[in-house]
């Protein structure tokens, strides 16, 4: 494959992925989503703050279908500006399409546009290597365990994952 069919693949996929507002009216199919894609359960009042966040909260959709979510917040901690990503993460059936990467690059665009972040950071369940590994590509890193934070879980532990950003 030459650089140009990589670069009009690359094109074409994007093509099919659609970034879309979270709402009143889908805010259920969210929910519905996230018990498919996520092992853990949010509680009422989390998608109930989702349309209110806006840019920061979408859904994706791949030709049209419903795949995956991106949900993060603003917080500002010991004077410090930072974005938490609360969840990211699409259909087992449509994961390594560029969807998880079109919803990270909306992520760091989004900071980016805004600017002031110091950081992004999540929390990833220990045994989700795949995940871990999605993240140290754009250059996230292990910075600590939590011990029983799912509690729900047998195997309770998340890693803390931070993203330095430099252009704050």
Known sequence: MSFDDKDLRINRISAMIELRSITNENVKSVQRLDQIIFPVTYNKSYYKDLPNLEKFAK????????????CCRREVIDLQKRLYIMTLGCLPTHRRLGIGTFMLNHVLQLCKDEG???KIYLHVHTENEEAIEFYRKFGFNVTERKINYYRRLSQPDAFLLEKVLSDN
């Open 59 to 70: 859904l994706a959709f791949y030709n049209g279908a419903m795949v995956g979510t991106v």
């Open 116 to 118: 002031g972040f110091e």
